[in-house]
Nanobody
């Protein structure tokens, strides 16, 4: 199982980024996946959950600003982040529970700063 996150960067407040999580070794069509965020000096927190069918749940702090989608042809999960705020800064990870264990990507850094 491999999860490859990409798409992070430095963006000004109010800007947008789209993160990607390319997967391999799983049945992407049925795998529920998650996005986590870890701010500097803080624990890793759940940001979004995405079912195999694409149903999403977001934490309150990002509702209305973040969306997530799946490209089944590319086995890739996306996180579209709009109207970014400084408090969105952190390393973003995609995550899956598959074959009785958790798997993590390497993460991608998002920095929101003017």
């Amino acid at each position: 199982v491999q999860l490859q996150a990409s798409g992070g960067g430095l963006v000004q407040p109010g800007g947008s980024l789209r993160l990607s999580c390319r997967t391999s070794g799983i049945n992407f069509r049925i795998a529920a996946m998650n996005w986590y965020r870890q701010a500097p000096g803080k624990q890793r927190d759940l940001v979004a959950s995405v079912s195999g069918g694409g149903t999403t749940n977001f934490v309150d702090s990002v509702k209305g600003r973040f969306t997530s989608s799946r490209d089944y042809a590319r086995n890739t999960l996306y996180l579209q982040m709009n109207n970014l705020k400084p408090e969105d800064t952190g390393r973003y990870y995609c995550n899956i529970f598959w074959r009785d264990r958790e798997w993590w990507g390497q993460g991608t850094q998002v920095t929101v700063s003017s």
